[in-house]
């Protein structure tokens, strides 16, 4: 049984680029939460996603947008990348919206 | 608002020796619980979690209670091994937003074991 896969594991951009990251959830799971984890920190919650619609965002800028797709994998998207965007990317997924959440392994992008 | 409140680390022990990790919250709902551990270059695993007061999570000799009267769920375990170092994250999820589950973390313990 797989667990949730994330692409790519690491990730250089410059500042000003955009930045796409993706996640698999766990098989038969349906809901799909991103994170932010800053070095030496605990995670942020950007935002949820469930039938393929946003459920609830955290305090991140519009900077930061996502997809659910019919299949219920996800894209993270990150335009117009500061050098604050630096961080590890957790993407959880779980059966249903109030379940608990089981995490990938995470993308770690680094901004020059 | 919602948040969660960790003993600062780092937390250092010889092998065999007793561990406890503070964490308490504050929420506004009816939290749910939980500890989860991340391995060196790893992503989060869940330990343990507890989903009503008065429950007791427990997973590979952790343990932690839902403490409802002094907003705790401290992490406990009786015997530490050289693999338990780790970074452990207390969190929770607050089910009164029934749009989406957020879940609040914790900052973090460093747990260093050695032998």
């Known amino acids: 049984d797989a667990g949730v896969t994330q692409s790519p594991t690491h990730l250089i951009k410059t500042r000003g680029q955009q930045v796409t990251l993706r996640c698999s959830p766990k098989s038969g799971h349906d809901t799909v939460s991103w994170y932010q984890q800053a070095l030496g920190q605990g995670p942020q919650f950007i935002f949820q996603?469930?039938?393929?619609?946003?459920?609830q965002r955290g305090n991140f800028p519009d900077r930061f947008s996502g997809h659910q797709f019919p299949n219920y994998s996800s894209e993270l998207n990150v335009n117009a990348l500061l050098l604050g965007d630096s961080a590890l990317y957790l993407c959880?997924?779980?059966?249903?919206?109030?379940?608990?959440?089981?995490f990938g392994p995470g993308t770690r992008l680094l901004v020059l | 608002g919602n948040s969660v409140t960790q003993m600062e680390g780092p937390v250092t022990l010889s092998e065999e020796a007793f561990l406890t990790i503070n964490c308490t919250y504050t929420?506004?709902?009816?939290?749910?619980l939980f500890w989860y551990v991340q391995y060196p270059g790893e992503g989060l695993q869940l330990l343990l979690k507890a989903t009503k007061a008065d429950d007791k999570g427990s997973n590979k000799g952790f343990e932690a209670t839902y403490r409802k009267e002094t907003t705790s769920f401290h992490l406990e375990k009786g015997s530490v091994q050289v693999s338990d170092s780790a970074v452990y994250f207390c969190?929770?999820?607050?089910?009164?937003?029934?749009?989406?589950?957020?879940?609040?973390f914790g900052k973090g313990t460093t747990l260093s074991v050695s032998s």
């Open positions: 929420a506004t709902g009816y939290p749910s």
């Open positions: 969190a929770l999820s607050d089910r009164a937003n029934q749009a989406g589950t957020a879940l609040i």
């Open positions: 959880a997924s779980s059966l249903g919206v109030g379940e608990t959440q089981y």
């Open positions: 996603y469930y039938e393929e619609e946003e459920r």
